[in-house]
């Protein structure tokens, strides 16, 4: 099965609301990033985390590796944070690839 | 932040010609990846190249496709011949070190015919 699971598949919020993206992880991973593809397609780095909480701007994210999950939490959305955000991991079993998970399609609306 | 820079952003050919993708990575970084999107669904590891080697391959990296970065200039992942299915976005990726931070470039949209 997956090993990273996203969740939920779509979202959609009005302009200045917030909400919480999650990413469950199957096996032991060592670090997650977060993504953000915007509309033309590109990958927005968005963050890097081995432990722990980093925040920036209206984001913040977290992640557990213990219990194997990772969450993005985004507050007073604006219209540009609409696309589609991916959460991925390399795994521990000596590999050196991203594992993605399928995504959150967010859509803010005014 | 860095930035992974790919050539074409689109680029048609015709089934069974052969296509190579350029990707420039951050000027510093050692570790090189090409990654598969179809269709805005999810990202699918190919391959990932350090030192001039591939260090390892996905199922999804068939026997018509190649990588190399010769001589520091563009890292290239070639397909030679073509197939329908290979139409997708593919991305470049770059990092510093194993298993660090993944920097992408803004993808080459590939279409065969």
């Known amino acids: 099965g997956d090993q990273v699971e996203q969740s939920p598949s779509a979202l959609s919020l009005h302009e200045g609301t917030g909400s919480a993206l999650r990413c469950n992880f199957t096996t032991t991973m060592r670090a997650v990033q977060w993504f953000q593809q915007n509309s033309r397609g590109s990958l927005i780095n968005l963050f890097y985390l081995a432990s722990g909480t980093k925040e920036n701007g209206r984001l913040k994210s977290t992640f557990n590796s213990k219990e194997s999950y990772s969450t993005l939490h985004i507050r007073d959305a604006q219209l540009e944070d609409s696309g589609t955000y991916f959460c991925?991991?390399?795994?521990?079993?000596?590999?050196?690839?991203?594992?993605f998970g399928k995504g959150t399609q967010l859509i803010i609306q005014p | 932040g860095p930035k992974v820079l790919q050539i074409p952003s689109h680029q048609i050919i015709d089934m069974g010609q052969m296509v190579t993708l350029n990707c420039d990575p951050v000027?510093?970084?050692?570790?090189f990846y090409w990654y598969k999107q179809i269709l805005g669904q999810q990202m699918e590891f190919l391959v990932n190249?350090?030192?001039?080697?591939?260090?390892?391959k996905s199922k999804l990296f068939k026997d018509q496709f190649s990588v190399e970065r010769p001589d520091g200039s563009y890292f290239t992942l070639k397909i030679q011949p073509t197939a329908l299915e290979d139409s997708a976005v593919y991305f470049c990726?770059?990092?510093?070190?194993?298993?660090?931070?993944?920097?992408f470039g803004p993808g080459t949209r590939l279409t065969v015919l």
């Open positions: 990726a770059s990092s510093l070190d194993f298993y660090a931070e993944q920097f």
């Open positions: 190249f350090y030192n001039g080697k591939v260090m390892e």
């Open positions: 000027s510093n970084h050692l570790y």
């Open positions: 991925a991991a390399p795994n521990t079993e000596g590999a050196d690839r991203l594992t």
